[in-house]
């Protein structure tokens, strides 16, 4: 039982990392984006 409580917090982990990459990243996305749209 304590390999599946160690792989949900590694997939818990990956997640939270991805998530956090994705919205970083979409941040200077959205930033050039609003800047286009003014032009």
């Not at 390999?3 to 982990?13: E, P, Q, S």
Request: hydrophobic share 65%; net charge positive.
């Amino acid at each position: 039982m304590e390999a599946v409580g160690w792989a949900a917090v590694v997939v818990v982990a990956a997640v939270v990392v991805a998530g956090v990459v994705v919205g970083v990243r979409s941040i200077p996305d959205a930033q050039r984006y609003l800047k286009m749209r003014r032009m």
